[in-house]
């Protein structure tokens, strides 16, 4: 069974940082790309961030683009969201994603609230 | 960027009757076309991929069609556990973006 747990959400200040991490079983974790998606409270969702199956390539929304970083260690089946200077508008559920082949998402995690407010 | 619209934002309809929902691309996506539903307080559950292609446990009654700007998706007949919110997203082009959803409601 494919399984998805998002960790290391919570209340941040803004300008703080965040590591959100994503532990998978149940699949090759190392044979395919990952990504996060976040959907901010009452609203729709937002793609943030993916990394194909061996880091080579990471693509980032314009919206987090120098902020976020995206990571994967492969020996340890987990996915990571690196994020720096948060701002209000970052407040979401964050939710780590397999990809398939192509870029759309087979499999989801319950997602891990991120709340940016002082 | 690549824009997704869907429409109508909310759709009433009864139990039994046929829900078509549409999503529209602001340039050709080819056929690199997902469709997702997500009940309340649950994760999206990947319904079809491809436009058309029923991802794995999902029933018959979901259909998806079109390719280029225009595509489709469509509840033969609806089920109480269909009323619910769906999204498009294109995966043809950097960034990757969703419709901003249907909600299917009870009439």
């Known amino acids: 069974e494919v399984q998805l747990v998002e960790s290391g959400g919570g209340l941040v200040q803004p300008g703080g940082s965040l590591r959100l991490s994503c532990a998978v079983s149940g699949f090759t974790f190392s044979s395919y790309a990952m990504s996060w998606v976040r959907q901010a409270p009452g609203k729709g969702l937002e793609w943030v961030s993916s990394v194909n199956d061996v880091s080579e390539r990471t693509y980032y929304a314009d919206s987090v683009k120098g902020r976020f970083t995206i990571s994967r260690d492969n020996s340890k089946n987990t996915l990571y969201l690196q994020m720096n200077s948060l701002r209000a508008e970052d407040t979401a559920v964050y939710y780590c994603?397999?990809?398939?082949?192509?870029?759309?998402?087979?499999?989801w995690g319950r997602g891990t609230l991120v709340a940016v407010s002082s | 960027e690549i824009m997704m619209t869907q429409s109508p934002a909310t759709l009433s309809l009864s139990p039994g009757e046929r829900a078509t929902l549409s999503c529209r691309a602001s340039q050709s996506v080819s056929s690199n076309l997902a469709w997702y539903q997500q009940k309340p307080g649950q994760a999206p559950r990947l319904l079809i991929y491809?436009?058309?292609t029923r991802a794995t446990g999902i029933p018959a009654r979901f259909s998806g069609s079109g390719s280029g700007t225009e595509f489709t998706l469509t509840i033969s007949s609806l089920q109480s556990e269909d009323f619910t919110v769906y999204y498009c997203q294109q995966y043809n082009n950097w960034p990757l973006t969703f419709g901003g959803g249907t909600k299917v409601e009870i009439k």
């Open positions: 994603a397999k990809d398939s082949v192509g870029y759309y998402f087979e499999y």
């Open positions: 491809r436009a058309s």
